[in-house]
Nanobody
């Protein structure tokens, strides 16, 4: 079992930066790939970024590539999402997720464990 708690969301202006954190507890944390997803009102949950168990491999959605950076610190049981050059289109609830595999993937259905989410609102 894995428990995930996100933090770091807030209200910012376009062009600003935010860093989200996801603190995990439970079994085999360091061996699990982690991902960030987001869901805007009236839209389906979508992939943002993912990192493999070691932090050596990452994958990003095209919409955030070159603006967002995912990283992890296994000693602190934490995964981060650094978000730069934020746009109003980035407004959503951001969810941290973990899967029972070391490999980072982009599919919502690959992730069995989810946090409750943190709201990010970007004003124009």
């Amino acid at each position: 079992q894995v428990q995930l708690v996100e933090s770091g969301g807030g209200l910012v202006q376009a062009g600003d930066s935010l860093r989200l954190s996801c603190l995990a507890s439970g079994s085999s944390y360091s061996l699990r790939a982690k991902g960030w997803f987001r869901q805007a009102p009236g839209k389906e949950r979508e992939f943002v970024a993912a990192v493999n168990w070691s932090g050596g491999a990452t994958v990003y959605a095209n919409s955030v590539k070159d603006r967002f950076t995912i990283s992890r610190d296994n000693a602190k049981n934490t995964v981060y999402l650094q978000m730069n050059s934020l746009e109003p289109e980035d407004t959503a609830i951001y969810y941290c997720a973990a899967r029972s595999s070391t490999i980072a993937t982009m599919s919502v259905s690959d992730y069995a464990y989810w946090g409750q989410g943190t709201q990010v609102t970007v004003s124009s």
